[in-house]
Structure formats: C-alpha cells, structure tokens
C-alpha cells in the first residue's frame, strides 16, 4: 500500500474489499473477480486507505477504453461516465460489506 503505515482499521478494510472483488464486476455483472486496491485521488494525491475500491485489473490499470471496459487509469472520466462516480462506487462498496461511513 504504498510504503505507508497502515492501522489496524485500514488493514481490516483493505482485506474486506480484496475479499469483495472488483465492484464494477459485481455491480455490473454479478460475478466475483479477484482485486486489486485503487486509491481515491484528491488533486493527484491519495485520500487515503480507507477511500480506496476494489478494482480488478482491467477495471484499474488494464489501459482499455472500449466497448467492452474502460480503465480507471486510463481515463478517470470516462470511467465514471460508464461506471458511475468514484464516490458512489465507494459508498455501495461500503453497503455491501455492512462498513459504517461515518466510521471513516
């Protein structure tokens, strides 16, 4: 996770999403794929480790922008217009793994 300390309560959430898998395939495509851990940006730094989404690697670095998938890294843009914010991918994530928000 980049190098950084990470708490007890982050470590939990981490392992909680990569045990989730990919959001985009399960919202999607009601289907469990491994992921991968995509940090949240704020004018191009991380919020931090518990504003992070489970994302495959075609979801997350896989550089496509397609019919088929479109890349977070490739095109953040592009990735919310399809999939839906950032934000809000982040808040059925926490849904679905019953985490409070307000916990955060």
């Not at 399960?26 to 191009?44: D, I, S």
């Not at 919020?47 to 479109?70: A, F, K, W």
């Not at 843009?77 to 808040?91: N, P, V």
Request: with cysteine.
């Amino acid at each position: 996770l980049g190098g950084e300390a990470v708490t007890k309560r982050e470590r939990e959430w981490i392992d909680r999403i990569v045990q989730l898998g990919c959001i985009i395939c399960r919202l999607k495509y009601y289907a469990y794929v491994p992921a991968e851990v995509h940090h949240m940006l704020n004018g191009g730094r991380r919020i931090g480790n518990l504003s992070t989404l489970p994302l495959c690697v075609l979801h997350h670095r896989g550089g496509r922008n397609d019919d088929e998938v479109v890349s977070r890294d490739h095109s953040q843009r592009r990735f919310e217009a399809r999939y839906g914010s950032e934000s809000m991918l982040l808040e059925r994530t926490r849904e679905l793994i019953g985490w409070e928000s307000t916990a955060t």
